[in-house]
C-alpha cells in the first residue's frame, strides 16, 4: 500500500473525511490535532489513555529529560535547552506512554534521535529558544501515536480559547519531591501580552530573570480555583481547541514548575517561529518514500471501540 492509501486507511479509522486521491500532505494535515480518544478531560486531574497522543518524552538513557510534542511522522519540537548535547546518541524519544519512569512497556517505543536543530536564538544563549529533533526512523501512527497541528496563520487565538498545559512535572505547590509520573492536564486561560508584561515589569523576582514579553510570546494564568496546580515545565505543550482540531500554540520555556498566584506562565509563541520550524522540519518530510502510516500497536478489532467512544 502506498502513503496516500495507507494515510487514507487511517483518516477512516480515525473518522476523519478524506479520499485515496488526495496528496498525503492533505491526508497528513486531515489527521492532525484529532485524537481518537476526545472525552473525560478534567483539569487537573491524569490524562486518558489517547487524549493526547502527540505528548512525548525525551530521554537521555532511561531518564526522561523534558516533554516534547510530535508535529510529524518524523519531528518533535521541544525547547532548545532540553536538548544541548550535539551527540545525539545519547538522546531517545518515548511515544505512546503516559507513564516516563522505568523501561518501556510492549506497547510503547523508544525512538533514537538522528539530528537535532536549534534555533540559531539558541547561540545566544536564550533559553526560550525551540529546537527540533529527527526520529532516526518514523513512528507508526495510531490512536495512542499521533501528531499535533500548527497553528496557521488564520488561527486567532482569543482569552475565551480553550487551552491546555499538560505534562509530568510537579503536581503541586507543597509537592515539590513528587513529580507526576503519569501525564496530568490543567485548563488555563489566556491572558494578554500587555497585562503580562506590566506584571513582570512591577514584580521583584528574587533570583530570577524577569522573561521579555513580546509577539513571540503567549501568556496564561491559572484559574483561580486551581492556584494549587503547577502542571507544565519545560518542552510541555500549551494547546488550544480551534474549530475541531487541536493547535500547538506554544511551548513551557520560562519559569518554575510551581509558580507564584497570580503569576502569569510565559510560552514561546509557535506561531511566531512557524516558518522557521517548516523550513528546518516539515520541508524535509519526504512523503514519497515515507513508508506506510501504518495504524499498529492494536488489532483493528480492539481499534473499532476506541474510534466509536471518542469521534472527533
Given at each position: 500500500?502506498?502513503?496516500?492509501?495507507?494515510?487514507?486507511?487511517?483518516?477512516?479509522?480515525?473518522?476523519?473525511?478524506?479520499?485515496?486521491?488526495?496528496?498525503?500532505?492533505?491526508?497528513?494535515?486531515s489527521?492532525?490535532?484529532?485524537?481518537?480518544?476526545?472525552?473525560?478531560?478534567?483539569?487537573?486531574?491524569?490524562?486518558?489513555?489517547?487524549?493526547?497522543?502527540?505528548?512525548?518524552?525525551?530521554?537521555?538513557?532511561l531518564?526522561?529529560?523534558?516533554?516534547?510534542?510530535?508535529?510529524s511522522?518524523?519531528?518533535?519540537?521541544?525547547?532548545?535547552?532540553?536538548?544541548?548535547?550535539?551527540?545525539?546518541r545519547?538522546?531517545?524519544?518515548?511515544?505512546?506512554?503516559?507513564?516516563?519512569?522505568?523501561?518501556?512497556?510492549?506497547?510503547?517505543?523508544?525512538?533514537?534521535?538522528?539530528?537535532?536543530?536549534?534555533?540559531?536564538?539558541?547561540?545566544?544563549?536564550i533559553?526560550?529558544?525551540?529546537?527540533?529533533?529527527?526520529?532516526a526512523?518514523?513512528?507508526?501512527?495510531?490512536?495512542?501515536?499521533?501528531p499535533?497541528?500548527?497553528?496557521?496563520?488564520?488561527?486567532?487565538?482569543?482569552?475565551?480559547?480553550?487551552?491546555?498545559?499538560?505534562?509530568?512535572?510537579?503536581?503541586?505547590?507543597?509537592?515539590?519531591?513528587?513529580?507526576?509520573?503519569?501525564?496530568k492536564?490543567?485548563k488555563?486561560?489566556?491572558?494578554?501580552?500587555?497585562?503580562?508584561?506590566?506584571?513582570?515589569?512591577?514584580?521583584?523576582?528574587?533570583?530570577?530573570?524577569?522573561?521579555?514579553?513580546?509577539?513571540?510570546?503567549?501568556?496564561?494564568?491559572?484559574?483561580?480555583?486551581?492556584?494549587?496546580q503547577?502542571?507544565?515545565?519545560?518542552?510541555?505543550?500549551?494547546?488550544?481547541?480551534?474549530?475541531?482540531?487541536?493547535?500547538?500554540?506554544?511551548?513551557?520555556?520560562?519559569?518554575?514548575?510551581?509558580?507564584?498566584?497570580?503569576?502569569?506562565?510565559?510560552?514561546?509563541?509557535?506561531?511566531?517561529?512557524?516558518?522557521?520550524i517548516?523550513?528546518?522540519?516539515?520541508?524535509?518530510?519526504d512523503?514519497?518514500?515515507?513508508?506506510c502510516?501504518?495504524?499498529?500497536?492494536?488489532?483493528?478489532v480492539?481499534?473499532?471501540?476506541?474510534?466509536?467512544?471518542?469521534?472527533?
Amino acid at each position: 500500500m502506498g502513503p496516500a492509501g495507507c494515510v487514507f486507511l487511517l483518516s477512516l479509522l480515525l473518522g476523519v473525511s478524506g479520499t485515496d486521491e488526495e496528496e498525503p500532505e492533505n491526508l497528513f494535515k486531515s489527521i492532525c490535532g484529532r485524537p481518537a480518544v476526545s472525552t473525560g478531560i478534567a483539569s487537573g486531574m491524569e490524562a486518558n489513555v489517547g487524549q493526547w497522543p502527540w505528548q512525548v518524552s525525551i530521554r537521555h538513557g532511561l531518564l526522561h529529560v523534558c516533554a516534547a510534542t510530535l508535529i510529524s511522522q518524523r519531528w518533535v519540537l521541544t525547547v532548545a535547552s532540553c536538548l544541548r548535547s550535539k551527540d545525539t546518541r545519547k538522546y531517545g524519544v518515548l511515544v505512546g506512554s503516559l507513564q516516563v519512569v522505568g523501561r518501556p512497556d510492549s506497547k510503547t517505543t523508544i525512538i533514537p534521535v538522528s539530528r537535532i536543530i536549534p534555533h540559531p536564538e539558541f547561540q545566544e544563549n536564550i533559553s526560550s529558544a525551540i529546537a527540533v529533533a529527527e526520529l532516526a526512523y518514523p513512528v507508526s501512527f495510531s490512536p495512542v501515536i499521533l501528531p499535533i497541528c500548527l497553528p496557521s496563520s488564520g488561527v486567532q487565538l482569543k482569552n475565551s480559547t480553550s487551552c491546555w498545559v499538560i505534562g509530568w512535572g510537579y503536581s503541586g505547590i507543597y509537592q515539590y519531591r513528587k513529580p507526576s509520573y503519569t501525564l496530568k492536564e490543567l485548563k488555563v486561560p489566556l491572558t494578554d501580552l500587555q497585562t503580562c508584561s506590566d506584571y513582570y515589569q512591577k514584580e521583584t523576582l528574587l533570583h530570577r530573570v524577569k522573561p521579555n514579553i513580546s509577539e513571540a510570546r503567549i501568556c496564561s494564568k491559572l484559574p483561580e480555583e486551581q492556584m494549587d496546580q503547577c502542571i507544565g515545565s519545560r518542552g510541555d505543550p500549551l494547546m488550544c481547541h480551534v474549530e475541531d482540531f487541536w493547535v500547538l500554540a506554544g511551548v513551557v520555556s520560562w519559569g518554575l514548575n510551581c509558580i507564584r498566584i497570580n503569576e502569569p506562565r510565559v510560552y514561546t509563541n509557535i506561531s511566531f517561529y512557524k516558518s522557521w520550524i517548516e523550513k528546518s522540519a516539515i520541508s524535509h518530510t519526504d512523503f514519497s518514500s515515507t513508508p506506510c502510516l501504518e495504524v499498529s500497536g492494536l488489532p483493528l478489532v480492539m481499534l473499532l471501540p476506541l474510534i466509536f467512544l471518542g469521534l472527533p
